[in-house]
Structures are given as structure tokens and as C-alpha cells.
């Protein structure tokens, strides 16, 4: 059993007899410490698909399963999968710490470990500078490191990121790849959707969406021919 | 000139000068996954090749140590018209990258509308998994931004022309689609 299980996932939009396919009987499995990429182009279902697997969006048919248990797809976020998209709150004025202490203390997390929960996951993504800053002063790099601290504070084991280097400084970009490998190899399951060639860098897997249909790979036992990165040396 | 193992080992030249056995190294370290020399003598013959062109010439051989009888090995350095010609020679090569994928698109074309989707999905799973493939390596320092630069520069290369083929199949396979419900829709 894999941590993420997305089973024939097919969700519709428009009124009956005039639906157009956002997703067309997606299939996908995730494991604990894989990075695994989603390639698309604009209206490919890429956005769909990732708020489908984080249990905000819920599919017309399918099975969505994470740690075993399927997913409500009820407008929240599913427990234990962090998710970052649509950037940081602009209109936000809280101070970035503020913000993660306040949101650990509502989920029951006593003051202490929240505050130290948001500093390492602050420290961890290298946003440690920004802890005291207002979230809409943050951009490129800064802003994407700390939406990942914000998601990483929940302890969660899957980590799902709509279009995570978009806007990033072109020498910067590499630096929040190379940080997603790492959560990775620690041992975090990591879904990422891009529109760049560069976003599929080190990824364990890279997938193509196309008009709502995943082409590339599912897993190995699924699909014969499987884009899996190289052991190093091999 | 015509052989790419020429012009190859121009640019380590003009990189630096260098001598005969050391060009076969440094040719091997720099291009030993994507140009193969058929054998050592190669360098010698393309260094030949380059000095009678007048690309590089012979700088005078460090003296040997007093008492020791080596051959002197001799080291060359890049002309002048060397360099241009390297230029010249980058910028012709980028037109025929053109020029070749330009082919690609027309030779899928010819093919059928099914046997191109075909041959599409593969040529969509070799990008998928060479865009996996590139490694992201952030530079540490000038030092190592220097060092590292035409790594750095291929990888960036390799990931723009991965994501570029991947919207053109993206485009290729809905007009083939159509295609394809076209004809049915004839039958």
C-alpha cells in the first residue's frame, strides 16, 4: 500500500450535458521519500489534480486514498499532507511567525512547540530571516520558502506544491529544488506540478498531464516503461 | 573543417593551452558523454589538422630538467583566427540544432496520425525522464560558480529544450487527435 493512492480519479466541470474533463481517469501512487513531478500546460488539470490529492477538491468518481484512509475532498486540507499554491496571503499582515504559532495553537499544539515547530521549519527551508517579516512583503525565493515552512510547521507527510518555482530568481530556483530533493530524501513524500521543463529537475518521477489525462507513468507494476531517476553511478 | 572532435578540442585550447596527453584527458573529462574519440591518436590527428589551419600553434617546450633525456612534449596555444573561427563555428552550430529539429517535427509528420502519437508518447517518456535526470546544483561561491559553469550551462540547456519539446508534443498530439477523429468519423 502506498502512502498516496489516486484510484481512476475523473472530475468533471460545467452543467450536465456540456462537462468538459478536468480529470480523466487519473491513476497515480505515491511512497514516503519520492518526489514526483507533474508537468502541464495551462488547463491541463495540473492545479486540479494536486487540490484533488490534498483533499480539497473532491472527484465526481475515483478513490482518493492517503495513509490508508480515503480522503473527504471537502474543501479541507487532508490531515497530514501540507500544501502550498496561489502564493502567500497578500493581504495578510500578521508577521510570518505569528502566523505559524497561531495556526499550530488552533490545531491544540501547546505555545512552546509551536513556536519551536515554526522556527525549525523556518530554519529548515532557509526562511529563518523572514520569521519577522509581514507575509506580503515577501517575494521570489523568501516567498516560496516560507509558504513551504508554513506547510512543513504542520509535520505533514505528504508535501504538495502548485507551480512552486514560478517567479523565483532564475539563480534562486535551483537552490528550492535541491530543497525539495532534500525533504525528499528525509523522507517526505513530495508532489510538485510545473509548466517548465526546469521544475522536473531531480525528481524521482516526472508525469505529463495533458487535457486531464496523466501520461508518462503510474508505477512500475502499472506501466512497463517508467521515467525513474538513475541510482547515482548506475 | 568538419570533424566535431576538432572543434571540440579547439575549445579546450582556447580554454586553456595545453599538450598533447593532457588533451586526451581533458577531453574525456569534459566531453565523455556526448562525443567519443574512436582512439587516443585522434587528438593527434585533429591537433595536425588545427595547426595546418593555422588555429593553434606550438609554444616552446618547458626545458627538461638538467641530465634527464625526455622527449619534449609539445604544447600549443590558440591563434587569433582560432578563436574567431570557434565563434563562428558556435553560432552555425545553433542554426543547425534548428535546422535538425525542424526535420524531426516534418519526419514525425509524414507518419501516420496514429503511428506519430505512437512515436510521440515515446519521445514524451525519454523527456520525462531526462528532465528527472538534471541534476539542480545551486553555486556555492565564485570559485565554484566558475568551476562548475559549463556543467551548470548544459544542465539549464538540457531542462529549456526538455520543457520546449514537451509543449510542442503537447501541441502535436491534439492535432493528431483531431486527426485521427476526423477519419473515424469519415469511416
Given at each position: 500500500?502506498?502512502?498516496?493512492?489516486?484510484?481512476h480519479v475523473?472530475?468533471?466541470e460545467?452543467?450536465?450535458?456540456?462537462?468538459?474533463?478536468?480529470?480523466?481517469?487519473v491513476?497515480l501512487?505515491i511512497?514516503?521519500?519520492?518526489?514526483?513531478?507533474?508537468?502541464?500546460k495551462?488547463?491541463?488539470?495540473?492545479?486540479t489534480l494536486?487540490?484533488?490529492?490534498?483533499?480539497?477538491?473532491?472527484?465526481?468518481?475515483?478513490?482518493?486514498?492517503?495513509?490508508?484512509?480515503?480522503?473527504a475532498?471537502?474543501g479541507?486540507?487532508?490531515?497530514?499532507?501540507?500544501?502550498?499554491?496561489?502564493?502567500?496571503?497578500?493581504?495578510?499582515?500578521?508577521?510570518?511567525l505569528?502566523?505559524?504559532?497561531?495556526?499550530?495553537?488552533?490545531?491544540?499544539?501547546?505555545q512552546?512547540?509551536?513556536?519551536?515547530?515554526?522556527?525549525?521549519?523556518?530554519?529548515?527551508?532557509?526562511?529563518?530571516?523572514?520569521?519577522?517579516?509581514?507575509?506580503?512583503?515577501?517575494?521570489?525565493?523568501?516567498?516560496?520558502r516560507?509558504?513551504l515552512?508554513?506547510?512543513?510547521a504542520?509535520?505533514?507527510?505528504?508535501?504538495?506544491?502548485?507551480d512552486a518555482?514560478?517567479?523565483?530568481?532564475?539563480l534562486?530556483r535551483?537552490?528550492?529544488?535541491l530543497?525539495?530533493r532534500?525533504l525528499?530524501d528525509?523522507?517526505?513524500?513530495?508532489?510538485?506540478?510545473?509548466?517548465e521543463?526546469t521544475?522536473?529537475s531531480?525528481?524521482?518521477?516526472a508525469l505529463?498531464?495533458?487535457?486531464?489525462?496523466?501520461?508518462?507513468?503510474?508505477?512500475?507494476r502499472?506501466?512497463p516503461?517508467?521515467p525513474?531517476r538513475?541510482?547515482a553511478?548506475? | 573543417?568538419?570533424?566535431?572532435?576538432?572543434?571540440?578540442?579547439?575549445?579546450?585550447?582556447?580554454?586553456r593551452?595545453s599538450?598533447?596527453?593532457e588533451?586526451?584527458?581533458?577531453?574525456?573529462?569534459?566531453?565523455g558523454d556526448?562525443?567519443?574519440?574512436s582512439?587516443?591518436?585522434?587528438?593527434y590527428?585533429?591537433?595536425?589538422?588545427?595547426?595546418?589551419?593555422g588555429?593553434?600553434?606550438?609554444?616552446?617546450?618547458?626545458?627538461?630538467?638538467?641530465g634527464?633525456?625526455?622527449?619534449?612534449?609539445?604544447?600549443?596555444?590558440v591563434?587569433?583566427?582560432g578563436?574567431?573561427?570557434?565563434?563562428?563555428w558556435?553560432?552555425s552550430?545553433?542554426?543547425?540544432?534548428?535546422?535538425k529539429?525542424?526535420?524531426?517535427?516534418?519526419q514525425?509528420?509524414?507518419?501516420?496520425?496514429?503511428d506519430?502519437l505512437?512515436?510521440?508518447?515515446?519521445?514524451e517518456?525519454a523527456?520525462?525522464?531526462?528532465?528527472?535526470?538534471?541534476?539542480?546544483k545551486?553555486?556555492?561561491?565564485?570559485?565554484d560558480?566558475?568551476?562548475?559553469l559549463?556543467?551548470?550551462?548544459?544542465w539549464?540547456?538540457?531542462?529549456?529544450?526538455?520543457?520546449?519539446?514537451?509543449?510542442?508534443?503537447?501541441?502535436?498530439?491534439?492535432?493528431?487527435?483531431?486527426?485521427?477523429?476526423?477519419?473515424?468519423?469519415?469511416r
Amino acid at each position: 500500500m502506498s502512502l498516496l493512492e489516486l484510484e481512476h480519479v475523473t472530475l468533471l466541470e460545467g452543467s450536465k450535458g456540456r462537462e468538459t474533463l478536468l480529470l480523466n481517469d487519473v491513476s497515480l501512487e505515491i511512497d514516503p521519500g519520492e518526489l514526483v513531478a507533474v508537468w502541464g500546460k495551462r488547463r491541463s488539470g495540473r492545479s486540479t489534480l494536486l487540490r484533488v490529492v490534498a483533499g480539497m477538491q473532491r472527484p465526481d468518481s475515483g478513490v482518493v486514498r492517503f495513509a490508508g484512509r480515503e480522503l473527504a475532498g471537502s474543501g479541507a486540507l487532508g490531515e497530514g499532507i501540507g500544501f502550498c499554491g496561489g502564493g502567500l496571503r497578500a493581504t495578510d499582515g500578521w508577521q510570518v511567525l505569528e502566523q505559524m504559532v497561531g495556526t499550530q495553537l488552533a490545531r491544540g499544539v501547546p505555545q512552546p512547540a509551536a513556536r519551536s515547530r515554526a522556527l525549525n521549519a523556518l530554519e529548515r527551508t532557509g526562511a529563518g530571516h523572514c520569521a519577522d517579516r509581514r507575509q506580503y512583503e515577501l517575494r521570489g525565493g523568501d516567498a516560496v520558502r516560507t509558504m513551504l515552512a508554513i506547510a512543513l510547521a504542520t509535520e505533514p507527510q505528504l508535501l504538495v506544491l502548485d507551480d512552486a518555482i514560478t517567479g523565483v530568481d532564475l539563480l534562486e530556483r535551483d537552490e528550492i529544488l535541491l530543497l525539495l530533493r532534500s525533504l525528499a530524501d528525509e523522507g517526505l513524500a513530495v508532489l510538485t506540478s510545473t509548466d517548465e521543463g526546469t521544475g522536473l529537475s531531480g525528481a524521482d518521477r516526472a508525469l505529463a498531464l495533458s487535457e486531464g489525462r496523466l501520461r508518462g507513468s503510474v508505477a512500475p507494476r502499472l506501466a512497463p516503461v517508467v521515467p525513474l531517476r538513475r541510482a547515482a553511478g548506475a | 573543417m568538419r570533424s566535431p572532435v576538432s572543434w571540440a578540442l579547439l575549445g579546450l585550447v582556447i580554454q586553456r593551452p595545453s599538450y598533447g596527453y593532457e588533451l586526451v584527458q581533458r577531453f574525456e573529462r569534459t566531453y565523455g558523454d556526448s562525443l567519443e574519440l574512436s582512439s587516443p591518436s585522434q587528438i593527434y590527428v585533429s591537433l595536425d589538422a588545427l595547426k595546418r589551419r593555422g588555429m593553434i600553434e606550438e609554444i616552446p617546450a618547458e626545458e627538461a630538467e638538467p641530465g634527464v633525456v625526455r622527449q619534449p612534449k609539445p604544447h600549443y596555444k590558440v591563434t587569433e583566427m582560432g578563436v574567431s573561427a570557434y565563434r563562428k563555428w558556435l553560432i552555425s552550430l545553433a542554426k543547425e540544432q534548428r535546422r535538425k529539429a525542424r526535420l524531426f517535427a516534418r519526419q514525425v509528420s509524414v507518419l501516420g496520425a496514429e503511428d506519430a502519437l505512437t512515436v510521440l508518447e515515446h519521445c514524451e517518456l525519454a523527456y520525462l525522464d531526462e528532465a528527472c535526470e538534471a541534476p539542480a546544483k545551486p553555486s556555492k561561491g565564485l570559485l565554484d560558480h566558475v568551476e562548475g559553469l559549463a556543467q551548470r550551462l548544459q544542465w539549464e540547456e538540457d531542462r529549456l529544450a526538455v520543457g520546449a519539446m514537451l509543449s510542442w508534443i503537447d501541441y502535436a498530439r491534439r492535432e493528431l487527435q483531431q486527426l485521427v477523429a476526423a477519419h473515424r468519423s469519415k469511416r
